[in-house]
């Protein structure tokens, strides 16, 4: 079993900064990748970032540059920094791991960015 916890949601103004934070723990010794996703109402999920077990990273159009992903070394805990939000950025943000061909997705935590 592999438990996600998001964390760091919240209101911020656009122009603005925001960290969010995926804990993981369970079954993750084979973890290869792990990313964010966000929903937006009435949108399809989709995919923000991904990090990989050696650490190569990749991001959306819509957030490269201004979004970093990261995560520490044992992969426990992953990090998105996010900034110049925009209003557009207003999702529920997802942590999602790929371990040995399965998919994990923690509940999610809520971003707002106003104008």
């Known amino acids: 079993q592999v438990q996600l916890v998001e964390s760091g949601g919240g209101l911020v103004q656009a122009g603005g900064s925001l960290r969010l934070s995926c804990a993981a723990s369970?079954?993750?010794?084979?973890?290869?990748?792990m990313r964010w996703y966000r929903q937006a109402p009435g949108n399809e999920r989709e995919l923000v970032a991904t990090i990989t077990s050696g650490g190569s990273t990749n991001y959306a159009d819509s957030v490269k540059g201004r979004f970093t992903i990261s995560a520490n070394n044992a992969k426990t805990t992953m990090y998105l920094q996010m900034n110049e939000m925009k209003p557009e950025d207003t999702a529920v943000y997802y942590c999602?791991?790929?371990?040995?061909?399965?998919?994990?997705w923690g509940k999610g935590t809520l971003v707002i960015v106003s104008l």
């Open positions: 999602g791991a790929h371990i040995l061909g399965m998919d994990y």
């Open positions: 369970g079954s993750i010794f084979s973890m290869h990748e």
